[in-house]
């Protein structure tokens, strides 16, 4: 009996453990649930929205759409259209509450790059003078813009059509590349063409240099000893004993004619010396003898005498020239 109340004691409380569990397993899921809704959106209001685009490639459903840098919303759809169209994808997406409000009449959708592996995102440029594409009731939507004109939101299923900022896909960008490459490789062959034809003027020029400079370097060596011999009459030239004095004037000349110098200025010395000797008796002579001037004056007058004397006679007459008598007129005085 006792066994049997245990048992049903521990079968009570296992039941009730497994129950709390079960109970605190839902309240955390709801939790997470609640907590995701509400990071997500799920539990806000959300406005559709479409646009056109010409390819869909790098578009994924369930990319987000980013508007003023922040994550506002998610592609709902992409689909293609009809053939013969000029749209040829649908794109359909939701903003949500409260940043559709950003979204006007003037607005519009730029498709643009977000990676490296061709993928794309969609990105809404915010209204400035437009009027807003959704109005609500009591917090809840109930009108849109279709048009240019507001109708109920049951009967625009698809939203609010925003206008295509599409920029050229991958593909499309490297197609582009490709065909500007097909159209400039001509160019490129002949740039490569004419490239090999200075690289072979480019090698006959080195050639040359080479073989000049080979010569260069050949009359330098011949050159060598006549710019050792300059080196050497330079040093010549700037040392007084090899300057060009003594080239001209060897070493014994220039001997000899110093030492004739010295006696040439010697001799001139003593005779002047006595030159002046000879002056000064002479002048004391005179000084001393009064009468030697009036012998001098005497000496002068018979000796002229002679020479006239000897003017007139016969045999020396023809050797002394005739000079004619007479003075200069005087000049006139004029008043």
């Not at 993928?119 to 917090?139: C, Q, W």
């Not at 050497?232 to 014994?252: A, F, K, M, Q, Y």
């Not at 002479?282 to 009468?291: A, E, G, I, R, T």
């Amino acid at each position: 009996m006792n066994e049997e109340i245990k048992s049903r004691n521990t079968e009570r409380w296992v039941g009730v453990f497994v129950v709390a569990a079960v109970l605190l397993l839902l309240v955390g899921f709801a939790y997470y649930l609640y907590h995701t809704a509400e990071r997500k959106g799920w539990l806000v209001p959300h406005a559709p929205y479409f646009t056109y685009v010409m390819t869909g490639d790098g578009l994924n459903i369930g990319d987000p759409v980013t508007l003023m840098g922040f994550n506002v919303g998610a592609i709902t759809g992409i689909t293609a259209q009809s053939p013969g169209g000029s749209n040829r994808v649908y794109v359909a997406f939701e903003i949500r509450k409260p940043y559709y409000g950003y979204i006007l009449s003037d607005s519009h959708v730029s498709i643009t790059m977000s990676g490296f592996l061709g993928s794309r995102r969609l990105e809404v440029a915010p209204g400035l003078t437009g009027v807003p594409t959704i109005y609500e009731t009591n917090g809840a939507i109930t009108e849109v813009l279709h048009r240019g004109q507001r109708i109920p939101f049951a009967k625009a299923p698809k939203g609010v059509f925003l206008r295509p900022h599409e920029d050229p896909s991958v593909t499309e960008r490297a197609q582009r590349l490709l065909d500007q490459i097909e159209v400039a490789l001509p160019n490129i062959l002949a740039i490569t063409n004419r490239l090999n034809v200075v690289l072979d003027h480019a090698d006959i020029l080195i050639t040359n240099s080479t073989a000049l400079v080979v010569n260069l370097n050949q009359t330098v060596t011949q050159l060598a000893p006549a710019i050792s011999n300059a080196v050497v009459i330079t040093g010549n030239l700037r040392d007084p004993h090899g300057s060009l004095g003594e080239w001209v004037l060897p070493v014994d000349l220039h001997t000899n004619l110093n030492s004739s110098l010295v006696v040439l200025t010697t001799g001139l010395n003593e005779t002047l010396i006595n030159l002046a000797a000879m002056t000064g008796s002479l002048s004391s002579q005179v000084q001393s003898n009064d009468q030697m001037l009036a012998g001098i004056s005497r000496l002068v007058v018979d000796t002229d005498n002679l020479v006239q004397g000897l003017k007139k006679h016969w045999l020396l007459r023809g050797a002394f020239p005739v000079t004619k008598s007479g003075t200069n007129a005087p000049p006139k005085i004029t008043r």
